[in-house]
């Protein structure tokens, strides 16, 4: 059973980066894609990025390509998401998800199964 704990959260200034780190409590992510979403308030969950565990990814938006990266560290059996140059608009809770999607849900909330509690990230302006 994979459990999933998010940290790295907190309060930000514009401009300023956070690293998120996504850790199984269960097992490794072997077999796994393992993804950051985000849910602003009152806004649908949308995603990040994702990356699987052996071969393939990462997968972004578009509209975050370059601003973040989403990483896999074996040695700690982490998945990570290097956010820069952050915007008020990236303020949200993020969450780290695991699954086995298909390409074509790779870059949905259907795609995944486990799903951590989530980090607060707050970015002011």
């Known amino acids: 059973q994979v459990q999933l704990v998010e940290s790295g959260g907190g309060l930000v200034q514009a401009g300023g980066s956070l690293r998120l780190s996504c850790a199984s409590s269960?097992?490794?992510?072997?077999?796994?894609?393992v993804g950051w979403f985000r849910q602003a308030p009152g806004k649908e969950r949308e995603f990040v990025a994702s990356?699987?565990?052996?071969?393939?990814?990462?997968y972004y938006v578009d509209s975050m390509k370059g601003r973040f990266t989403i990483s896999k560290d074996r040695a700690k059996n982490t998945v990570d998401l290097q956010m820069n140059n952050l915007r008020p608009e990236d303020t949200a809770v993020y969450f780290c998800?695991?699954?086995?999607?298909?390409?074509?849900?790779?870059?949905?909330?259907?795609?995944?199964?486990?799903w951590g509690q989530g980090t607060q990230v707050t970015v002011a302006s």
């Open positions: 998800a695991a699954g086995r999607p298909i390409v074509g849900n790779i870059r949905e909330v259907r795609g995944y199964n486990y």
């Open positions: 990356t699987r565990w052996t071969g393939g990814g990462p």
């Open positions: 269960g097992g490794t992510f072997s077999g796994y894609a």
